[in-house]
Nanobody, 115 residues
């Protein structure tokens, strides 16, 4: 079994920055993809970006050039650096992990961007 734990959310003004972290524990050797999703109020969960072991990250168009995903594949940590934040980035951000048999989710961390 795998557990994911996010940290680093909070309240920030538009134009500011936040850094989210996610730590995986348990059977972490199974995980080959990690990343981030978000869910804004009244909307469905959407992909923010993912990174696979040994690969380059991919992002949803709305965050390209502003958000950066990085990771430590050995420690199964993944980070989301968010710059130039906009009010529309307000959402609960979920850490995501995938093995060949399962997907895993963190409990979510709130990011609120004030205008």
């Amino acid at each position: 079994q795998v557990q994911l734990m996010e940290s680093g959310g909070g309240l920030v003004q538009a134009g500011g920055s936040l850094r989210l972290s996610c730590a995986a524990s348990g059977d972490i050797f199974q995980i080959y993809v990690m990343g981030w999703y978000r869910q804004a109020p009244g909307k469905g969960r959407e992909l923010v970006g993912i990174i696979s072991s040994g690969g380059s990250p991919t992002y949803v168009d709305s965050v390209k050039g502003r958000f950066t995903i990085s990771g430590d594949s050995a420690k199964k940590m993944v980070y989301l650096q968010m710059d130039s934040l906009k009010p529309e980035d307000t959402a609960i951000y979920y850490c995501y992990g995938r093995s060949y048999s399962s997907t895993y989710w963190g409990q979510g961390t709130q990011v609120t961007v004030s205008s």
